[in-house]
């Protein structure tokens, strides 16, 4: 009953994953990833007369779009576990932090029904995707925390103009 609600991890046994460098990507932005066998007694699977390569595997269990969306939950935890000591993530930040990984229904309210977009400038295409697909929501939040938090530099948060001057949301 529960096949098509497993987590990734499952989802890519008897896959394991893994990458030589911390984030995960190499200078160029191809993924710097290789895969292994993780062969137990108990998986029934090895029986079976099939063989896959790596790329059927994935295919047929669904795991590019998971890894699109883990793939920007990595680069945030990666960025905060980098942080000093001294500049830890206020509670306010935390809790934004949380809504946006967490509760995803809240930061769909959060953003469009609170000041969020008086403050900035989204483009209408963007708003459009993010109102209707959840999962585009969340890749915007991931951005919008990276950039809020982290000072990525993103040229999509630039907040409106106010007083006829335009600030960067990282200010």
């Known amino acids: 009953m529960i096949y098509e609600d497993r987590p990734t991890t499952c989802r890519y046994y008897p896959l394991g994953v893994g990458s030589l460098s911390y984030s995960g990507e190499q200078a160029d932005g191809d993924k710097d990833e290789f895969f292994f066998m993780i062969k137990e007694p108990h998986c029934k699977g090895f029986d079976e007369p099939d063989e896959w390569t790596v790329e059927e595997w994935r295919q047929d269990q669904g795991v590019d779009l998971r890894d699109e ?60 995707q993010i ?3 959840d999962v585009k929501l969340l890749q915007f939040g991931f951005e919008w925390l990276k950039t809020t938090f982290f000072h990525t530099g993103e040229e999509m948060f630039n907040l409106k103009e106010k007083s006829g001057e335009t600030t960067a949301a990282k200010e």
């Open 69 to 128: 969306v883990n793939d920007g939950w990595l680069e945030l935890m990666v960025r905060k576990k980098s942080l000093p000591a001294s500049m830890q993530l206020s509670e306010q930040a935390k809790q934004m932090f949380f809504m946006v990984c967490y509760n995803i229904d809240k930061f769909k309210r959060f953003v469009f029904e609170s000041s969020f977009l008086t403050r900035y400038k989204i483009p209408e295409e963007q708003l459009a």
């Open 131 to 133: 109102k209707d697909d």
